[in-house]
């Protein structure tokens, strides 16, 4: 039932063992270095902060589905602002621009088969095809469905009923998987939400505010053994650190 699903308290209780709060660390390939080290004394690699509007991914319809999406994933309420507001979709945007959205790295050859649900997905769709492909597919869905309109255009009951029916995958989108849309959908929300606010998400840090996370602090040690006492310091992120 997509209320039990999208409850904030049960979304939070299942995101925060499988996000990485600090950032979000894409695809990278291996190297060899031979004869001297690759790199200076005192260098960092720092992540390039998300800055300015504009989209290096997404169409602005795209755009607007997206935000449509991850608003329904994370309703706006007393604890934080919609996943639109939070940022997400531009954390969504810039991942899909870079190694994350071309697999870089991965193995994506063939053969393709259906694999056991450890395995993960294994398919020759990037995950920036898959967001491209599921959303026009998406979007031609309920144009057939609701007189023409968009994804975004609909009543917030109507959504949740897609988003229920793209979770256990019995959503047609011709041809295309609506629950592996939903899984990297789903995941990327989470990360979009808890992750670094240097690349583009978790503005003002509110995901860490909301359950007192301390951010990128150098040293909370005190604090580690006061259990069920609130933190009382603000989160710091990695961009003020440098």
Not at 43 to 50: F, G, K, S, T
Not at 111 to 130: D, H, I, K, M
Not at 181 to 186: E, H, K, R, T, V
Request: aromatic share 12%.
């Amino acid at each position: 039932m997509i209320g039990r699903r999208f409850n904030r308290r049960m979304f939070l209780a299942s995101s925060t063992s499988s996000v990485a709060l600090l950032g979000f660390v894409t695809h990278s390939e291996a190297a060899t270095y031979k004869g001297a080290l690759p790199w200076m004394p005192d260098q960092d690699h720092a992540p390039r902060p998300v800055t300015g509007d504009d989209w290096t991914y997404f169409t602005p319809a795209e755009v607007e589905t997206v935000e449509a999406l991850v608003d329904r994933l994370i309703p706006a309420d007393e604890l934080s602002p919609g996943g639109k507001d939070v940022g997400i979709v531009v954390y969504i945007d810039r991942q899909l621009s870079g190694p994350f959205g071309r697999d870089q790295g991965l193995y994506m050859a063939p053969p393709f088969v259906e694999g056991l649900p450890g395995q993960g997905l294994q398919s020759p769709v990037t995950p920036a095809q898959r967001y491209r492909r599921s959303i026009a597919a998406l979007n031609a869905y309920c144009a057939s469905a609701y007189f023409g309109k968009s994804f975004a255009q609909i009543p917030n009951p109507e959504q949740d009923k897609i988003l229920t029916n793209m979770e256990s995958g019995t959503l047609r989108l011709k041809g295309l998987s609506s629950k592996a849309f939903f899984q990297i959908l789903l995941q990327n929300t989470k990360e979009g939400f808890f992750a670094d606010p240097v690349y583009g998400g978790n503005r003002e840090m509110v995901g860490w505010k909301m359950i007192g996370f301390p951010g990128a602090r150098y040293d909370y040690r005190d604090w580690v053994e006061r259990h069920n006492e609130p933190y009382p310091y603000p989160p710091i992120g990695i961009e003020i650190h440098n």
